[in-house]
């Protein structure tokens, strides 16, 4: 199972045709590590790759990401500087401040969009892109996934399986607490 996790996340198809890339509505960039105010490396790759992307489609930006443990400062809100002070249109950027893993950036990102089936382009580190997609779909949120290609493949990959796994823990219990509400 794991080899096959392995599989699936390293070959998950990661681009998207220009004339997709034209018709978005909306790009969601899923946050990570900052430093005080400075964006981590895998999260600045994010940034600028959201940055091209820009030039490509009229866009709004969601940008998604809390305040985790060990950070001053709101992933969101680093991500929303970073991109204004490299010439993106701030009113183009909506901050989604509260998400603080990867089911809640799509699941609270989704919250903020206008229309009932809005096209997305979901942008974050390519070892990350399966598991957005598998959480996408359970949320009848679905889109393209691309990102910038990561150097280091094999630490962010076996992270990357750790997570996935764990999150579906976390989903399945966010099942069960909403069938004990009703």
């Given at each position: 199972y794991l080899c096959n996790l392995y599989l699936m996340i390293l070959t998950f198809p990661r681009n998207v045709a220009v004339e997709v890339l034209s018709l978005a509505d909306y790009i969601v960039v899923c946050g990570a590590r900052v430093y005080g105010s400075?964006?981590?490396?895998h999260l600045k790759e994010r940034l600028d790759f959201t940055r091209s992307l820009t030039?490509?489609?009229?866009?709004?930006?969601?940008?998604s990401g809390g305040r985790n443990v060990g950070e001053d400062h709101c992933e969101a809100?680093?991500?929303?500087?970073?991109?204004?002070?490299?010439?993106?249109?701030?009113?183009?950027?909506?901050k989604e401040i509260l998400a603080l893993n990867t089911w809640q950036n799509i699941s609270y990102s989704k919250a903020l969009m206008d229309g009932s089936h809005p096209k997305i382009i979901y942008v974050s580190s390519?070892?990350?892109l399966f598991r957005i997609h598998k959480f996408a779909l359970r949320?009848?949120?679905?889109?393209?996934?691309?990102?910038?290609k990561s150097?280091?493949?094999f630490l962010p990959i076996v992270n990357e399986m750790k997570s996935f796994l764990k999150s579906f823990k976390f989903v399945l219990k966010?099942?069960?607490?909403?069938?004990?509400k009703k």
């Open positions: 400075i964006p981590g490396d030039k490509l489609c009229d866009a709004n930006i969601i940008v809100d680093i991500m929303c500087d970073y991109l204004k002070r490299y010439g993106v249109d701030d009113k183009k950027i909506i390519d070892y990350h949320l009848n949120c679905v889109g393209y996934y691309v990102g910038p150097n280091d493949k966010e099942k069960e607490d909403k069938i004990r």
